[in-house]
T-cell receptor
Framework: GQQVMQIPQYQHVQEGEDFTTYCNSSTTLSNIQWYKQRPGGHPVFLIQLVKSGEVKKQKRLTFQFGEAKKNSSLHITATQTTDVGTYFCAFKVVDSNYQLIWGAGTKLIIKP | GAGVSQSPSNKVTEKGKDVELRCDPI?????LYWYRQRLGQGLEFLIYFQGNSAPDKSGLPSDRFSAERTGESVSTLTIQRTQQEDSAVYLC????????????FGPGTRLTVT
């Protein structure tokens, strides 16, 4: 079946450092969504990207969709303790009326 | 308005017993999903309902698992003869359109099989 590779699995950063997670697919994607799951919580929708090369920003978060629509990234500038959690990408494949396929998630850990 | 609700929030059961988990989606959402999330792991797709279409059951791990949904309302996930490896958080999500829209998650049911 369709899969997406999300890396890294974990990222430890000092507060104030940047964080990036990547999702890569071998298949062209119709769209890609990003979700955040706080420890003990449930996933919460952050954003959806649809267009080739699209870049969207939400305060310190920058989301990108690759030109070939096969990869995406989420970058957080100057991390804060409130950013802690696991970030998931989820996507729909072109020409598929199928449900979303989920990446494995990247866990952001702030070093004490 | 109300979000997705799930009940119970926690369930402890003995191995071999049956359990039933309930999900109330957001009113008007045609798509409903069940996922399983083991501790520290990602989301494992179980089943997908879209309106009155036949559900996509491709993610159900065994025939002990089944789910029903009546129209666009409540869904129940049933696990028969529970095993210890069934212990996980079971998440329900709903979305407005044909499955590619933003998903709204419920708080989950934490199932512990002893």
């Amino acid at each position: 079946g369709q899969q997406v590779m999300q890396i890294p699995q974990y990222q430890h950063v000092q507060e104030g450092e940047d964080f990036t997670t990547y999702c890569n697919s071998s298949t062209t994607l119709s769209n890609i969504q990003w979700y955040k799951q706080r420890p003990g919580g449930h996933p919460v929708f952050l954003i959806q990207l649809v267009k080739s090369g699209e870049v969207k920003k939400q305060k310190r978060l920058t989301f990108q969709f690759g030109e070939a629509k096969k990869n995406s990234s989420l970058h957080i500038t100057a991390t804060q303790t409130t950013d802690v959690g696991t970030y998931f990408c989820a996507f729909k494949v072109v020409d598929s009326n199928y449900q979303l396929i989920w990446g494995a998630g990247t866990k952001l850990i702030i070093k004490p | 308005g109300a979000g997705v609700s799930q009940s119970p929030s926690n369930k402890v059961t003995e191995k071999g017993k049956d359990v039933e988990l309930r999900c109330d989606p957001i009113s008007g959402h045609t798509a409903l999903y069940w996922y399983r999330q083991r501790l520290g792991q990602g989301l494992e797709f179980l089943i997908y309902f879209q309106g009155n279409s036949a559900p996509d059951k491709s993610g159900l791990p065994s025939d002990r698992f089944s789910a029903e949904r009546t129209g666009e309302s409540v869904s129940t996930l049933t696990i028969q003869r529970t095993q210890q490896e069934d212990s996980a958080v079971y998440l329900c999500a709903s979305s407005y359109d044909r499955g590619s829209g933003e998903q709204y998650f419920g708080p989950g049911t934490r199932l512990t099989v002893t």
